[in-house]
């Protein structure tokens, strides 16, 4: 399969997943500002999810820039990866009603741990396909733990729960850079 299918097919999943969750957002209940922000748990939520939605979308567009082709394992990842991805408006829209509830705040940091799972197993078969190595970095191990320890603590204290996501989130705006393999100089000249 050629990688530009896959991405394309990819991208209008996620576009899709994002006007789902935009269409989930309702207007406010009165004309003033205190209705307004009576919708700030649910804004919270969808300007997460939106957030981490397009910092998956960057790094997915990164990551098959690199890739050279596409096999089965690598396909089916990318499909377990869309699949955790689409449950994101389901989990922000139920999570923005319940910003205090264990349940959802469960719930919606699970699926940024499958999420970040999934991409992960993705970008280790992309590297196998190539003959690299795959090394997990500290980013990746952090984002592991931080989302699954909102997903175990996070009703304690949902907005830092939702802050310190963000942050780890906001740290995979600039993609990993792969190591280039090192060139070989002569240096007997």
């Not at 394992?73 to 922000?92: E, G, R």
Request: charged share 15%; aromatic share 16%; with cysteine.
């Amino acid at each position: 399969m050629e990688k530009n299918r896959l991405e394309a097919f990819s991208d209008g999943v996620l576009a899709i997943i994002i006007t789902i969750m935009v269409l989930e957002l309702k207007q406010p209940l009165g004309d003033s500002f205190s209705d307004f922000w009576a919708l700030a748990p649910t804004l919270l939520a969808y300007f997460v999810s939106f957030f981490f939605i397009a910092i998956y979308w960057v790094n997915h567009h990164h990551l098959f820039h690199s890739a050279e082709t596409i096999n089965v394992k690598i396909l089916w990842c990318n499909i377990a990866w869309l699949f955790v991805m689409s449950f994101i408006p389901f989990a922000t829209a139920w999570v923005g009603s319940y910003m205090t509830s264990w349940a959802p705040i469960t719930v919606y940091f699970i699926d940024m741990v499958l999420a970040c799972i999934t991409f992960h197993l993705m970008s280790f078969f992309i590297a196998r396909e190539k003959g690299e190595r795959f090394h997990l970095g500290l980013r990746s191990i952090l984002s592991i733990v931080i989302y699954t320890l909102a997903a175990m603590l996070g009703g304690f204290c949902p907005i830092a729960a939702f802050i310190v996501v963000a942050l780890i989130s906001a740290s995979w705006i600039i993609p990993e850079k792969k190591a280039k393999p090192e060139e070989t100089t002569d240096k007997s000249e």
